[in-house]
């Protein structure tokens, strides 16, 4: 019988309050493969079914259509549990400019007043007073009066007059928020600055290396920000960047870190439990030499992982699916890492750090791409809207919302955790740090915060990465 081994008693103790804290005792996890379990190999994928219960089943459930078809929005947890869905497009102009609000308690949508102007593929950060930062077309929504006010542009916007697209937006520690790059058109900016929420203003932060479009940028838990990749133009080509560097916001400076193996732009970046970070595809942006083409493609259907210990790039196994631009990555309890969205099926891939392994989750139901995922206090993640993946002739933004179920767990009898804070809301490319709001008591599952983290962990992602440090740890005494 083909099993899951850890590699040593302490590391099965581990692994053992792990799943006890997510609420799935010995009779809810197999981590046994049994006989008759599918095996998936096709495009490089296993696909392991686990024998559970307890709500834990991987499947797709169907959620109350939005208010009004989206895609290129974002989605944020705020702070009472409710899902906020901002910006993006339609079919049809004028775009919606309304702020749409989720109940996951009663599965209804409502409208909470909009926007002052609409950005497509939305960046939306929460802020430590429970107002939402908006961008491009940068403003503040707060959901308290469902209001929405101006933001000061940066320096760069105000020397040019136009707002940049495909910046990011990073939460540090201190209440403060990164802004790195950005591009309008054909001009792309190094600039990186810091914005006060509190005196509404904004301060220099340094210069990037490189002018950056549809990168990355993750909080470490060090309080450091790794910043990864970019559009790019070589002569009139457009093509993307292998290069990464780092903020500290301790000395306001940045330094280079190393290249990833593959150049890459409009990816995603996901702060995993041990504080390393995975990288997931992106759009090559080239039309070169076919054998260059080769390598750009290949970004499409890779992962990389970045160890800020060792500042080194490690490819995962195969992921085995294309997912360029519009796809999501979201952290779930249990330490495995939701990616979705493509442009040719409605496959759903999961990510195992403790494994590193994908394995095919359940399909969506709705082939989608440009939505927004956002993940829920009990553990599940909400996926709304998009562009209708199969049809690029003729797409078709959907007002449809699905519901994954297979993050879902329950705390042990007679004991309720606060709910798991999301771990991001589905910014535009590039992605947005977004912290989440803090679970309700009571409510199902539980999550801690890592010191200097930009999301709050999971509890049995944080036993994982606990787990995965001793692991990594010993195997470097050897």
């Given at each position: 019988?083909?099993?899951?081994?850890?590699?040593?008693?302490?590391?099965?103790?581990?692994?053992?309050?792990?799943?006890?804290?997510?609420?799935?005792?010995?009779?809810d996890v197999d981590l046994e493969r049994r006989a008759g379990d599918p095996v998936r190999e096709a495009d490089g994928i296993?696909?392991?079914?686990?024998?559970?219960?307890?709500?834990?089943?991987?499947?797709?459930?169907?959620?109350?259509?939005?208010?009004?078809?989206?895609?290129?929005?974002?989605?944020t947890l705020l702070p009472n549990g409710t899902v906020l869905l901002l910006g993006g497009r339609d079919d049809d102009y004028?775009?919606?400019?309304?702020?749409?609000?989720?109940?996951?308690?009663?599965?209804?949508?409502?409208?909470?007043?909009?926007?002052?102007?609409?950005?497509?593929?939305?960046?939306?950060?929460?802020?430590?007073?429970?107002?939402?930062?908006?961008?491009?077309?940068?403003?503040?929504?707060?959901?308290?009066?469902?209001?929405?006010?101006?933001?000061?542009?940066?320096?760069?916007?105000?020397?040019?007059?136009?707002?940049?697209?495909?910046?990011?937006?990073?939460?540090?520690?201190?209440?403060?928020?990164?802004?790195?790059?950005?591009?309008?058109?054909?001009?792309?900016?190094?600039?990186?600055?810091?914005?006060?929420?509190?005196?509404?203003?904004?301060?220099?932060?340094?210069?990037?290396?490189?002018?950056?479009?549809?990168?990355?940028?993750?909080?470490?838990?060090?309080?450091?920000?790794?910043?990864?990749?970019?559009?790019?133009?070589?002569?009139?080509?457009?093509?993307?960047?292998?290069?990464?560097?780092?903020?500290?916001?301790?000395?306001?400076?940045?330094?280079?870190?190393?290249?990833?193996?593959?150049?890459?732009?409009?990816?995603?970046?996901?702060?995993?439990?041990?504080?390393?970070?995975?990288?997931?595809?992106?759009?090559?942006?080239?039309?070169?030499?076919?054998?260059?083409?080769?390598?750009?493609?290949?970004?499409?259907?890779?992962?990389?992982?970045?160890?800020?210990?060792?500042?080194?790039?490690?490819?995962?196994?195969?992921?085995?699916?294309?997912?360029?631009?519009?796809?999501?990555?979201?952290?779930?309890?249990?330490?495995?890492?939701?990616?979705?969205?493509?442009?040719?099926?409605?496959?759903?891939?999961?990510?195992?750090?403790?494994?590193?392994?994908?394995?095919?989750?359940?399909?969506?139901?709705?082939?989608?791409?440009?939505?927004?995922?956002?993940?829920?206090?009990?553990?599940?993640?909400?996926?709304?809207?998009?562009?209708?993946?199969?049809?690029?002739?003729?797409?078709?933004?959907?007002?449809?919302?699905?519901?994954?179920?297979?993050?879902?767990?329950?705390?042990?009898?007679?004991?309720?955790?606060?709910?798991?804070?999301?771990?991001?809301?589905?910014?535009?490319?590039?992605?947005?740090?977004?912290?989440?709001?803090?679970?309700?008591?009571?409510?199902?599952?539980c999550s801690l915060v890592a010191p200097g983290a930009s999301a709050p962990i999971p509890a049995g992602a944080a036993l994982?990465?606990?787990?995965?440090?001793?692991?990594?740890?010993?195997?470097?005494?050897?």
């Amino acid at each position: 019988m083909n099993s899951y081994r850890f590699g040593s008693l302490r590391s099965g103790i581990l692994c053992g309050a792990m799943f006890a804290a997510l609420g799935c005792g010995a009779d809810d996890v197999d981590l046994e493969r049994r006989a008759g379990d599918p095996v998936r190999e096709a495009d490089g994928i296993a696909e392991h079914t686990f024998t559970r219960s307890g709500g834990c089943e991987e499947e797709w459930v169907p959620a109350a259509p939005m208010m009004e078809a989206r895609q290129g929005h974002a989605g944020t947890l705020l702070p009472n549990g409710t899902v906020l869905l901002l910006g993006g497009r339609d079919d049809d102009y004028p775009y919606p400019a309304s702020a749409q609000l989720y109940d996951p308690a009663t599965d209804t949508w409502e409208i909470g007043g909009s926007l002052l102007s609409v950005p497509y593929r939305t960046q939306a950060l929460l802020l430590p007073d429970g107002r939402v930062l908006v961008s491009p077309d940068l403003q503040i929504y707060d959901p308290a009066t469902g209001l929405t006010t101006d933001v000061p542009p940066t320096p760069v916007e105000q020397g040019t007059g136009y707002g940049l697209e495909g910046a990011t937006a990073t939460l540090l520690p201190n209440g403060k928020v990164l802004r790195t790059g950005g591009h309008e058109d054909w001009f792309t900016t190094d600039e990186a600055v810091l914005y006060d929420p509190q005196a509404d203003a904004w301060s220099a932060a340094g210069t990037l290396a490189e002018a950056r479009k549809y990168h990355s940028a993750t909080l470490l838990p060090d309080g450091r920000v790794l910043v990864v990749g970019s559009a790019a133009m070589v002569g009139e080509l457009p093509t993307a960047l292998a290069s990464a560097e780092l903020y500290d916001p301790d000395t306001n400076t940045w330094t280079p870190a190393a290249s990833t193996n593959f150049p890459r732009a409009t990816h995603t970046a996901t702060l995993l439990p041990s504080g390393r970070v995975l990288v997931v595809g992106g759009k090559p942006f080239y039309e070169g030499s076919e054998e260059d083409l080769e390598q750009h493609t290949e970004a499409q259907t890779s992962a990389e992982i970045y160890d800020p210990a060792t500042d080194t790039w490690t490819l995962t196994s195969p992921m085995g699916v294309h997912r360029g631009w519009g796809h999501t990555s979201t952290l779930l309890p249990n330490g495995r890492v939701l990616v979705v969205g493509n442009s040719y099926s409605p496959d759903v891939s999961l990510y195992d750090e403790m494994l590193d392994a994908w394995s095919a989750a359940a399909p969506l139901t709705t082939p989608r791409e440009f939505a927004s995922a956002t993940p829920l206090p009990d553990g599940s993640v909400l996926v709304a809207g998009g562009k209708h993946a199969l049809d690029i002739n003729e797409p078709v933004t959907l007002d449809s919302v699905e519901r994954y179920c297979g993050g879902i767990s329950s705390p042990p009898e007679g004991t309720g955790g606060g709910g798991a804070g999301g771990a991001g809301g589905a910014g535009g490319a590039g992605g947005v740090e977004d912290p989440g709001g803090p679970g309700g008591p009571g409510s199902e599952g539980c999550s801690l915060v890592a010191p200097g983290a930009s999301a709050p962990i999971p509890a049995g992602a944080a036993l994982l990465g606990l787990l995965l440090l001793l692991q990594r740890r010993r195997a470097g005494r050897r």
